[in-house]
């Protein structure tokens, strides 16, 4: 399996526009984050390591430029973890993978995540569209709380709560993704036992009533007990050198472009 982490900001990015702070204007690169998103490339099942799977966790708002930054140019599937305009607005350039590899793109979400895809992108799903100009072709799958597969590889949904709101983590083989969590449910630990990666949302240290702070993220870690940890989401508040420099020796800050092979 193959990650890589494309964007490990908040919603605003980094640099903030009209900002000044040490972050905003450090010219340390791992200091710079676009929208947060995953891409993840691994064997398709049992059909042999010359074909693969590329799945994408969120069309970040940075989507086409996260491609192009990565050397990336085809994607099969989207997992979306939910509906904020930060991990959904990328979708539109999924148009350009349409068009290069001819395919439809496959985008699955919980019921309220797909619901305000069609909503937000109506025109993507209007028979009455005009296609010149080009359209994503995308087809939507609603998943529960289950695991399902992709081309015969599993993936295991993670429920838990973004303040109110209800947003999906996904589990792929060894590798875990949560972003925008505030609280994870006893019930979810159990499918997050003997991971080699975490990947986990960390926004800053000053409590957040929608996001992990960086003390509770690794709290939540220790309690997961992965081999390896990376916080994303991280605002402005945290300069990733010195923010590292204080954490514990398995856990770190992630970065733009950061890639993991297990």
Not at 38 to 53: D, Q, R, S
Request: net charge positive.
């Amino acid at each position: 399996m193959r990650i890589v982490i494309l964007g490990t900001g908040t919603s605003q990015g980094i640099p903030i526009i009209g900002c000044k702070c040490r972050t905003c204007t450090s010219s340390n690169p791992k200091d710079k984050r676009l929208r947060v998103s995953a891409y993840v490339e691994l064997e398709k099942g049992e059909l042999g390591a010359e074909k693969k799977l590329k799945l994408l966790i969120d069309t970040s708002a940075d989507f086409r430029q996260q491609m192009l930054a990565n050397g990336l140019d085809d994607i099969d599937d989207v997992l979306y973890t939910h509906h904020h305009i930060d991990h959904i607005m990328g979708l539109d350039d999924i148009r350009q993978i349409n068009q290069l590899h001819k395919k439809a793109v496959d985008i699955y979400g919980n019921k309220a995540t797909i619901k305000q895809i069609r909503t937000s992108f109506g025109y993507i799903f209007d028979p009455n569209t005009y296609r010149g100009g080009g359209i994503p072709n995308v087809k939507t799958h609603v998943i529960a709380l289950k695991k399902f597969r992709i081309d015969g590889v599993a993936i295991t949904p993670l429920k838990y709560l973004h303040g109110k709101m209800t947003v999906y983590g996904y589990r792929i083989g060894d590798f875990a993704y949560l972003t925008d969590c505030s609280r994870i449910p006893d019930s979810e630990f159990k499918k997050l036992k003997n991971l080699k990666v975490l990947v986990i949302d960390a926004l800053r240290y000053k409590p957040h009533p929608t996001h992990f702070s960086i003390n509770e993220a690794v709290a939540a870690a220790k309690k997961i007990r992965p081999e390896k940890t990376y916080f994303i989401h991280m605002t402005h508040d945290i300069l990733h050198d010195e923010t590292n420099a204080r954490l514990p020796e398995n856990i770190q800050l992630a970065y733009d472009g950061l890639e993991l092979n297990l």
